[in-house]
C-alpha cells in the first residue's frame, strides 16, 4: 500500500489514500551527544552576548525556515512537478487561461487579491498577456495518479539568482482537472489549493512544524482541506524577502 508522507515531496499537493495516516511522526531533532556549553562558567558580560545571539537564531529560524530553493532533489527547473525556485521580485503578474475552470479561477485571482496582494512589497495582479508574466495557471486532466495542483518552471523560463534564493520566470501552475467533479467542486478546497499553489510560486514551502511557527494557521500546511489564508508568519516573510 502507497502512502503519501510530508518527508517524500515537501513541495506539492497530493490527496492522501484514504487507509493510510494523513501525517507522519516528525523525527526528533534531540541529540543525546550534544554538548552542552556551561554558560554559568562564563563571565557575565559574554554569557550575556551567547544569549542574545542564541535568541537571534531561534527568531530567525522560526521566521524564515519555509521559504526558498531548496536541494539537489528539488532543482529549480523547467516542468518538473518536485521543482522549487523563488520568484524574481515581489511583482507578481499572473496570466489564467481562457479555459480555466470557473471556479479555479475565481478563487485564483481571489487568493491574488485578499491573500497575496495586501503583503507588504507584494503586488499580485492578472495580466492578458502570456508572454511578458510572472505565472501561467492552467488546468487539465492528469488522472488519479496525479497532483491535485503543483507548479514547476516553464519551458521558456529564464533563471536567476542562486542557492536559495534562485528563481524562474515564468512559473507554471497546473490544476489537475481529474478532481474537476470531486474537490473541486467544494469552495473551501478551491481556496486551499490556489493559495497554497499561488504560494509556492513565491517560494514559500509546505508548512511543518519543524519550519514554521504556526503551521495549522497557512494554506502552505500541507493536508487535504487545509487553511484558506496565508499565515502572519508567511506573510513577514515575504516581506523580507521581497
Given at each position: 500500500?502507497t502512502?503519501w508522507r510530508q518527508?517524500?515531496h515537501?513541495m506539492?499537493v497530493r490527496l492522501?489514500n484514504?487507509?493510510?495516516?494523513?501525517t507522519?511522526?516528525?523525527?526528533s531533532?534531540h541529540?543525546?551527544r550534544?554538548?552542552?556549553f556551561p554558560?554559568?562558567?562564563?563571565?557575565?558580560f559574554?554569557?550575556?552576548?551567547?544569549?542574545?545571539?542564541?535568541?537571534?537564531t531561534?527568531?530567525?529560524?522560526?521566521k524564515?525556515?519555509?521559504w526558498?530553493a531548496?536541494d539537489?532533489?528539488?532543482?529549480?527547473t523547467e516542468?518538473?512537478?518536485?521543482?522549487?525556485?523563488t520568484a524574481?521580485n515581489g511583482?507578481?503578474?499572473?496570466w489564467l487561461e481562457s479555459q480555466?475552470?470557473t471556479q479555479?479561477?475565481?478563487a485564483?485571482?481571489?487568493?491574488m487579491e485578499?491573500?497575496y496582494?495586501p503583503?507588504s512589497?507584494?503586488?499580485?495582479?492578472e495580466t492578458?498577456?502570456?508572454?511578458n508574466t510572472?505565472?501561467?495557471?492552467?488546468?487539465?486532466n492528469?488522472?488519479?495518479?496525479?497532483?491535485?495542483g503543483y507548479t514547476?518552471?516553464?519551458?521558456?523560463?529564464?533563471?536567476?539568482?542562486?542557492?536559495?534564493?534562485?528563481?524562474?520566470?515564468?512559473h507554471?501552475?497546473?490544476?489537475?482537472?481529474?478532481?474537476?467533479?470531486?474537490y473541486?467542486q467544494?469552495?473551501?478546497y478551491?481556496?486551499?489549493?490556489?493559495?497554497h499553489?499561488?504560494?509556492h510560486?513565491f517560494g514559500l514551502w509546505h508548512a511543518t512544524?519543524?519550519?514554521?511557527?504556526?503551521p495549522?494557521n497557512?494554506?502552505?500546511k500541507?493536508?487535504?482541506?487545509?487553511p484558506?489564508?496565508?499565515?502572519?508568519h508567511?506573510g513577514?516573510h515575504?516581506?523580507d524577502?521581497?
Amino acid at each position: 500500500m502507497t502512502c503519501w508522507r510530508q518527508t517524500v515531496h515537501p513541495m506539492r499537493v497530493r490527496l492522501p489514500n484514504p487507509a493510510c495516516p494523513l501525517t507522519s511522526p516528525l523525527p526528533s531533532t534531540h541529540d543525546p551527544r550534544a554538548v552542552r556549553f556551561p554558560i554559568r562558567r562564563l563571565p557575565p558580560f559574554l554569557a550575556l552576548i551567547l544569549v542574545m545571539a542564541a535568541l537571534v537564531t531561534v527568531v530567525g529560524t522560526a521566521k524564515g525556515s519555509n521559504w526558498g530553493a531548496l536541494d539537489s532533489y528539488h532543482l529549480c527547473t523547467e516542468m518538473d512537478v518536485q521543482s522549487q525556485c523563488t520568484a524574481n521580485n515581489g511583482i507578481h503578474v499572473v496570466w489564467l487561461e481562457s479555459q480555466l475552470m470557473t471556479q479555479l479561477r475565481t478563487a485564483t485571482l481571489n487568493t491574488m487579491e485578499e491573500d497575496y496582494e495586501p503583503i507588504s512589497g507584494i503586488s499580485a495582479e492578472e495580466t492578458t498577456d502570456s508572454e511578458n508574466t510572472d505565472v501561467r495557471v492552467f488546468d487539465s486532466n492528469f488522472g488519479t495518479s496525479a497532483y491535485a495542483g503543483y507548479t514547476t518552471c516553464a519551458s521558456d523560463a529564464t533563471y536567476g539568482g542562486s542557492g536559495i534564493s534562485q528563481w524562474c520566470r515564468p512559473h507554471i501552475l497546473y490544476y489537475n482537472l481529474y478532481f474537476e467533479n470531486t474537490y473541486f467542486q467544494d469552495a473551501p478546497y478551491r481556496r486551499w489549493i490556489a493559495c497554497h499553489e499561488m504560494g509556492h510560486t513565491f517560494g514559500l514551502w509546505h508548512a511543518t512544524a519543524n519550519n514554521h511557527s504556526n503551521p495549522g494557521n497557512s494554506c502552505m500546511k500541507n493536508v487535504h482541506y487545509g487553511p484558506e489564508d496565508v499565515s502572519t508568519h508567511d506573510g513577514n516573510h515575504l516581506e523580507d524577502e521581497y
